[in-house]
């Protein structure tokens, strides 16, 4: 475990540099921020360091290795000093002596929990099931590939489709720290929730408070370090209620048992929720068991989406959120982008306040264009594209619509605010994507347009349970201001504004259902045309139409319309929540405009909450509100259209947005509503945030007791590997040995996604030695490119290459994919009827055991110099 604990220190320390690299650059750019952005510094280090390496390894301008890396961090030394230099090095030092108390929480903060993360991630390190393997597999290939776009390890011949540079980001450091990958995984996992700690720390820290941290006495510094810590604890711990429901059901609370011993209950009945619809199993305990062993699982997909007829059975819907997230320990790229995505919310906070002092009326965007903020904004914000391409819409909109909301706030309301949001988010959305064109350039997706969501939408109890941690702070919050600031609101326009987004989506998705589901007997009568331009319009609109019923079931147009509308109607928590949510907020945003009249004209009543954390941030955290909602509305109308035909991703993508932006929305509202609220309304208040928190903390403490065995774990080690060591220490060997050998294209058994023989799992070899194999795991590949057209006949062709006894045609396979080393092991005898003999005869041997045997295929066979 010692050289664990140094590998722990490696990138520690690494991490550490990088930020105290970026801080000057972080002093310089965003100057309004109370921190100076120090609590963000070492994800813009590790994400400015990412970009320039990846920048001049695609353009061919420097290699991809350790030299490289070494390069572009001189790169933005030399930046950092540049600023430094400009701002004052005797400046900075003075802000780091006089606030050197916030920069040392800052960094107790970032080396706790990357170490208790860390070390809890070493009770259970194996990369193995869900996805870890694909994402190691990146890893692994970045790190072997010559140039970008790396080699996609699952499919030789092509590049990665896929958005990687959050697995570039955890390559290089496992590169200049001389960290092994499958240690460098476990590490990455405790470093992003760090990060995200961090950036969920300091933006809370920025949020409350005073506009200036030299504004503030000693003690209102001190209880703002205290306060910021709701930030993290909301957004990385806090969780949704299954925990909770899962105790009772462990328990058989509201089960009762009939004299023939059946257990019934009304109330798990009408909950529905899968597995615990079921009895509890016996003996009843408090602890969570689950019915499968796998409890946990279960919060991240609460309820089931049925289509009318109900022909295409339950359909999951997953719905994580991050404490489940890092707990499951995938380094997805909704996981890899939290720490940028909370960046930038940190550097849309910093707008801002900087708008809020400037004059819009005078401000130019173009002319924005020739300054090096907006091309930093430009860079941070288009990384979240090449991160998870999801966000990028997301936070360029929000990044827009701060510049909206001070055009509000100086000039008003008029029309014209649309058009301002508008061109800022044209602007900087075509900055960002221009920024990083070389990877969009070899990206292909699986999306295929939006789909109306008729008759799937989420039940109000299920939204509750999942969102009340969140939804209790914030609506309390919203109700306290609307008291606070009665004489300013404008109750009918938020009431407008709510209608037309709720009931205007509702209205434009059964239009739009009603259109394609038409296209059928269009499509038809088009077909009987004698023109063929006709014919061919009729029979795209045919498959067009065909495809949208399919989704649902194979319903009627009718009775999808009616159907969905009768459901909808009779389940409305969902859509009177955000229509609250949005009625509230909208309602507030002309106290906005209120602040900025002289105090003698003001007609605030209560609370002067507007002088203290409330000011020059309510308007941020009532955007974030507002995203929120928007973020939870969308899937109750529309779904992207993928290779699952339904909500699934549409669902996992947005709420986890959702959580972040509420999460921190309900860590101010929280701090915020206990300072502000007094005598018996402050009482109430605390007992039910208690009570709440405590419930949604039961998660994160039953997982923990769960993945380490009562908090007695059975391994301790960082090595993900570890696993097939010992259960397969033939392949541990080939992998060790194959990782020093030169790269090429390898083969071995094609197996499923998540599939496994013999208690090890597919495409292990490929995954753990960096090199790319014939056709790794098909489900994945389909996703990652929205059809079976590049796999051809791959899958076969492996079949055949093994099984065949014939030379000339195992020869046809080996030259046709290009495959240096073929691999026989027991995953391969498992698959297929291997014919060990023509390989034998025709290829040398360069690896072999009791168990694995590697061949090398000869350039002059495949033709290669």
Known sequence: MTAYVLDFLKWAGFVFLLGVIAFPIS?????????????????????????????????????????????????????SIWFGTRLGWKEIWSWVKTHWRTLLVVDVLFLLAFAIWTLLRSTNPDILYTEKPMELAFVNSIMRSPTFPPNDPWLSGYAISYYYFG?????????VTAVVSEVGYNLSVGLWFSLTALGAYGLLYNLLGKKSADMESREESTRGRFSALFGPLFVLLVSNLEAFLEMLHSKGIFWTQTASGEWTSKFWAWLNIPELVNPPNLP???????????????ASRLWQDFDILKARGPLEVIHEFPAFTYFLADLHPHVLAMPFVLLILAVGLNLYRTFSEWKIKEFRILGWLKTPEFWLLAIIVGSLGFLNTWNFPIYVALISAVFALTCYEQLGWQWRRLWDLLRFAIVLGV?????????????????????????????????????????????????????????????????LFSSAIVFGLWVISYLLGGLLGSTVSIGSALQQSNSTFWSGLGAKLLILGNAYLGVHGGASPGLIFWGSLRERI??????????????????????????????????????????????????????????????????????????????????????????????LAAAFATISLLRSLRKGWLAVFSV?????????????????????????????????????????????????????????????????SYSYSNGVDYERISTHAGLPTVLGWTGQELQWRGGFEEMGSRESDVKILYETSSWFQAESILKQYQIRYVYVGDVERFTYRVVMDKFSANLPVIFSNPIVT????????LGTP
Not at 705 to 718: I, R
Not at 854 to 861: G, L, Q, R
């Open 284 to 298: 009843l305990t408090w602890l969570p068991r689950g019915l499968n062993g796998w409890w946990w699982w279960r």
């Open 854 to 861: 590697i061949y090398e295929v000869p350039a002059s066979i």
């Open 431 to 495: 900055a960002g994507a221009l920024i990083y064109l070389p990877f969009y350039l070899s990206f292909s997706s699986q999306a295929g347009g939006f789909l109306p969501s008729m008759e799937f939408f989420t039940e109000g109890k299920y939204y509750w349970i999942h969102f009340l941690p969140l939804l209790f702070p914030i609506f309390v919050w919203l109700i306290w201001q609307m008291k606070v600031h009665w004489a300013e609101i404008k109750f009918w326009s938020g009431f």
């Open 570 to 663: 009779l389940s409305p928590f969902i859509w009177i929540t955000i229509f609250l949510i949005l009625w509230f907020v909208w309602s507030l945003f002309h106290v906005l405009v209120a602040e900025k009249l002289p105090a003698s004209q003001r007609k605030f009543v209560g609370s002067s909450i507007a002088s203290d954390d409330f000011h020059n941030s309510k308007g941020f955290v009532l955007l974030l509100i507002l995203l929120g909602g928007g973020l939870a509305l969308f899937p109750e109308y529309f779904f992207l259209r993928d290779g699952f035909a339904d909500r699934m991703n549409t669902i996992f993508k947005f709420y986890f947005e959702t959580w972040v932006v509420w999460g």
């Open 27 to 79: 002093y310089r750019f965003l100057p309004k921020l109370r921190d100076k952005g120090y609590s963000v510094a070492k994800a813009l280090g590790l994400l400015l360091w990412g970009f320039i390496y990846w920048l001049l390894v695609s353009l061919h301008l420097a290699p991809n290795e350790i030299g490289g890396a070494l390069f572009a961090l001189l790169i933005i030394l030399g930046a």
């Open 167 to 175: 697995y570039l980001f955890i390559a290089m450091l496992c590169r």
């Open 688 to 752: 039910l945030i208690v009570i709440i928190l405590a419930l949604s903390l039961l998660y994160p403490i039953f997982f923990a007791a769960t993945e380490t065995n009562k908090f007695k774990p059975t391994v301790m080690t960082l090595d993900g590997l570890n696993y097939l060591e010992q259960a397969s220490p033939d392949d541990y060997a080939a992998i060790q040995f194959l990782k020093k050998i030169p790269s090429g294209t390898m083969v071995e058994a094609v197996g499923g």
